[in-house]
């Protein structure tokens, strides 16, 4: 008899939470039932958080097989509501990033599959503790309503074929337990969890594919290029298996994107991508990333049709005009997206002078963003929407002493020094000229 029918045949003796801990902490592989029991447990809160810990590290320390990575994402999935899009004839598109420092191609991107018609659902859910979330940068826009129930959000895909909203609390919740827990427990960077949490959340959205941007780097939570490119085949591999097309970029965050960080300032940035303009390394990321969308989706057959399908809506203004529309119909003040100039300005701009002369060699992403933090963080713990930086000076880039690394925007005088320190100590500078960094690393499909 096969192990499948075999499996099926005898009733599941449920074993306990400790054996569970141990087997995984030797070496051993789950099978679907104890998976499905794990996951249960959690949802049931019959697992004590200790052990969930322990299973955690466990996991993390010797990892899962490809077979059970897709079962545990599978079970998260079933977890909770998966939002059924059938009705929708569109093709349904979903996009991750795994979260970096002035990435604002998610603002973009959204809208951009829509004009080109795909469908795209964006739920925004997981905070990285220093990266501005989609939801903070669109929160710039007066009376702009994040929080919908889940058949607004399927209406709003049905009439307007994307919708930026914060993550519902029925999807995917055994994910929202497990992640909060890995952040308290230094279990984040297991493969297989971040693998099981990116696709339980993004396919229970309803997404026939999906296309995720791994970012490597100092800017990103996964610093090493090794790990990432480990990621991408982990995602795709396991959505295949789940039935879901799926393509990874791996890019680089070794520095910001574009040339801004901060929230209105990155809303704004957006904007003039949506109008084929902007910086030249967030064009490309967008352009790569939207033609693996159409592609993915069936709009555009080829390399060439998907550049010139992603090109036009960004050149005809129809990615802006969708932008617009979704803006107005959660409820947000589409006069800012027609005059910029509205969006709120910090008091003061000051330059972040450079301390010799030569090339900028290298970038701390990582701190550029905690210094913006620290500008931005009010006394209520709420971001200031006026306050980042500006006119980034990329790698490669060659300054005079005294020249402007980055303006700093701010509101709060007594925040600038420590901020300044991160800032300051983000460059390096170096006399001869690096070779820039490649953005898109690895293609994985
Ligand atoms: N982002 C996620 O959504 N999940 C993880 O586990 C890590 C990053």
């Not at 600038?416 to 499909?445: D, F, G, H, M, Q």
Request: charged share 25%; proline share 5%.
């Amino acid at each position: 008899m096969a192990e499948k029918t075999l499996l099926a045949s005898r009733k599941f003796i449920k074993p306990s939470f400790s054996y569970l801990i141990e087997k995984k902490r030797d070496g051993g592989e789950f099978n679907e039932e104890e998976i499905r029991f794990i996951v249960d447990s959690i949802l049931d809160k019959e697992m004590p958080e200790f052990q969930m810990a322990a299973l955690a590290m466990a996991i993390y320390f010797q990892n899962m097989s490809a077979q059970e990575t897709a079962t545990f994402a599978e079970e998260m999935m079933l977890s909770g509501e998966v939002i059924d899009l059938s009705k929708i004839t569109m093709p349904k598109i979903a996009k991750y990033s795994t979260g970096g420092v002035g990435d604002k191609t998610s603002l973009v991107l959204t809208p951009l599959a829509a004009a080109c018609g795909v469908v795209m659902p964006a739920m925004n859910g997981v905070d990285e503790n220093f990266v501005i979330s989609t939801l903070d940068k669109l929160s710039s826009i007066p009376k702009f309503k994040a929080d919908m129930d889940l058949k607004e959000f399927v209406k709003q895909l049905k009439t307007v074929n994307c919708a930026i909203v914060q993550q519902h609390p029925e999807i995917a919740p055994v994910d929202g337990i497990l992640y909060e827990l890995r952040q308290n427990t230094a279990t984040i960077q297991s493969l297989p969890l971040i693998t099981g949490s990116i696709l339980s959340k993004k396919l229970a959205e309803g997404a026939e594919g999906l296309v995720v941007d791994v970012k490597w780097g100092n800017g990103s939570f996964v610093k090493d290029l090794e790990q990432a490119k480990q990621l991408a085949r982990s995602i795709t591999r396991v959505g295949r298996s789940m039935k879901r097309r799926c393509v990874a970029l791996v890019t680089d965050m070794n520095q910001p994107l574009g040339d801004t960080v901060g929230t209105a300032l990155e809303v704004r940035e957006a904007i003039e991508l949506l109008k084929g303009e902007g910086p030249e390394d967030l064009q490309e990321l967008v352009l790569k990333l939207g033609m693996e969308i159409v592609r993915l989706a069936g709009v555009a057959g080829s390399t060439l049709s998907a550049k010139q399908t992603v090109q036009k809506h960004l050149k005809d203004g129809s990615a802006l005009e969708k932008f617009k529309e979704m803006i107005q119909v959660q409820g947000g003040d589409t006069s800012f997206i027609d005059d910029p100039e509205k969006f709120p300005t910090a008091k003061y701009i000051r330059k972040l002078p450079a301390p010799k002369r030569g090339y900028v060699h290298t970038i701390n992403a990582g701190m550029i963003a905690r210094g913006v933090q620290i500008l931005a963080t009010t006394k209520k713990g709420k971001m200031d929407p006026a306050v980042g930086v500006s006119e980034i000076k990329k790698v490669g880039t060659q300054v005079k002493q005294g020249e402007p690394l980055m303006m700093i925007h701010y509101n709060d005088e007594t925040r600038l020094e420590s901020a300044l320190e991160y800032l300051r100590s983000a460059y390096r500078l170096a006399p001869k000229r690096p070779n820039p960094p490649e953005l898109i690393v690895e293609r994985v499909a």
